[in-house]
């Protein structure tokens, strides 16, 4: 052991031997400093749950049942054979973590005095998880196990658990558990898995009209569907088919709906001579009066339509000529490149409906401050700056291969210029070149492959804004590199006029 010498003896009011008054080495008392233990947090949790595995210092004991099934909504049941288990915690570490648990201990209700808390409805297995994640932060999901883990984490208050887990399920989303998934993510507030679950169901209506999923709803929610406008669907077909197939799937308890469900058919858009098919040769429609009374009534509606006469055109029902308009296919942002600190290769991808990120195919080369725009499906980015020295440079992507492919360059170096499409054409717009600022525009016909320029405009302009509305190109404020101040004015440029003049 070595000791340290006394440099201040407090008895003398003197420094340690050889030390006088005014040496350098006197303590500063106005000194001080901020010590950050960076590893403390860990290594307090990881004590914490330590002593919880040990049974230390526990101040309350869970007691859960195994679930048979996946959750109690699916008519899962306890195992009450093998008598309840038991989880050891520490109030406090519930309390911080959930708000469950906070408002049982500290809401004056009579758990915060038990020393064992009943949990019911909550598989033993899935609260020990989530009694450990509060731990260490850690959860692990799986596809087996994921809507017990989001209903018991929404029980408990646990968001961040439960949005971890409707992000897992929405990775899983396709046709056979759209309709389910959508029930199940609404009874759980998880609002953007009903979303994006309901706007997959209505973009994909013919392909779960025999679904499992769908033919279980119960009327009120099957109604709700086939009633809404906006569901994909190419004529009204298939849900003329989905009602039929939804009153025989549960026909004793269903067939007094059939004729209320029908209604929501747009009948007159099928035409007489399919709808008379139907009547003559459908069994389920035949012996229900109350639908062929519905279908006859969509065959009067149909030749009221077609009739020439006002007063018959005024007892139209307009609804039932009026087409559904299908769900648009979801819409993406896309970032090309940029900078991190260096000029990178990175494309990512959101999802407005999912709220979730993706990675895409990298660009072949670094790119920053590069024009991108939209052409016939394809995604183009044009020149920009690689870290090195500004490019002229041509990339475009294929969703549907997740691919990049080289296009022909630009016949100028630009970067922080403007790129927009019009009539299918790409416009790259000023720019700066690593000297000057460019006034100098160009055109890229994809048919070709071919860059051709376009008149210069009359400033200099980079990081400009450029954007087309009908025949028109539009460059907007930017900087000229001469007035050293960023430009207010606008230009435009006539597509149709230039193509005139050319010709």
């Known amino acids: 052991m070595t000791i340290l010498p006394n440099i201040y003896n407090v008895e003398s009011d003197t420094l340690g031997t050889g030390v006088p008054h005014g040496s350098s080495r006197s303590p500063c008392f106005n000194k001080t400093s901020v010590y950050t233990n960076a590893t403390m947090l860990s290594e307090f949790y990881q004590n914490l749950n330590s002593m919880r595995c040990q049974q230390e210092l526990c101040d309350v004991t869970l007691e859960a049942y195994p679930i048979q099934g996946l959750s109690l909504e699916e008519g899962a049941v306890k195992d009450e054979l093998n008598g ?122 013919v392909e779960i009209i025999d679904n499992e999923e769908l033919l279980s709803l119960d009327k009120e929610a099957f109604y709700d569907l086939i009633q809404d406008d906006r569901i994909t669907v190419p004529n009204e077909k298939p849900v003329m088919q989905a009602v039929l197939n939804w009153v025989n799937h549960d026909e004793q308890n269903r067939k007094m709906y059939l004729g209320e469900l029908m209604a929501n058919v747009r009948l007159p858009l099928l035409g007489d001579d399919y709808l008379l098919e139907k009547c003559r040769n459908d069994e389920t429609i035949k012996k229900d009066v109350a639908c062929l009374n519905v279908i006859i009534e969509g065959i009067h509606q149909l030749k009221l339509g077609c009739s020439s006469s006002s007063n018959d055109r005024e007892e139209v029902n307009r609804k039932w000529f009026v087409a559904r308009e299908p769900m648009p296919e979801s819409q993406h942002i896309m970032i090309v490149g940029g900078q991190a600190p260096k000029a990178i290769t990175n494309v990512d991808l959101f999802d407005p409906d999912s709220q979730l990120w993706s990675s895409c195919a990298p660009l072949p080369q670094r790119r920053c401050r590069s024009g991108v725009t939209i052409c016939n499906g394809f995604v183009y980015t044009t020149g920009g700056f690689n870290g090195a020295q500004r490019v002229k440079s041509v990339d475009y992507y294929d969703p549907r291969t997740d691919t990049w492919r080289t296009a022909n360059q630009m016949s100028a170096r630009r970067s922080t210029h403007g790129m927009t499409t019009c009539h299918n054409i790409l416009y790259a717009v000023g720019g700066f070149d690593g000297t000057t600022g460019l006034a100098s525009s160009e055109y890229f016909e994809p048919k070709t492959g071919s860059w051709f320029p376009l008149p210069s405009m009359s400033t200099r302009r980079s990081s400009v804004g450029v954007a087309a509305i009908g025949d028109d190109i539009y460059a907007i404020g930017g900087f000229d590199g001469v007035s050293k101040q960023c430009l207010n004015s606008v230009c435009d440029f006539s597509v149709i006029h230039y193509k005139r003049k050319k010709l």
Do not use: W
């Open 84 to 205: 309840p288990q038991h989880i050891h915690a520490h109030r406090i570490i519930l309390s911080a973590s959930s708000s469950y648990f906070r408002a049982m201990f500290t809401g004056g209700l009579r758990e915060a005095s038990q020393r064992v808390v009943p949990i019911k409805e909550v598989d033993v297995e899935v609260l020990s998880q989530l009694i450990d994640y509060m731990y260490t932060g850690r959860m692990r999901i799986e596809e087996m196990n994921v809507q017990t883990i989001l209903a018991t984490a929404n029980l408990l208050q646990l968001t961040c658990v439960r949005d971890a887990c409707a992000r897992f399920m929405l990775e899983l989303l396709d046709v056979t558990n759209c309709v389910g998934m959508a029930e199940f993510a609404r009874a759980h507030a998880c609002h953007q898995l009903a979303h994006a679950a309901q706007l997959y169901t209505k973009q994909h209506f």
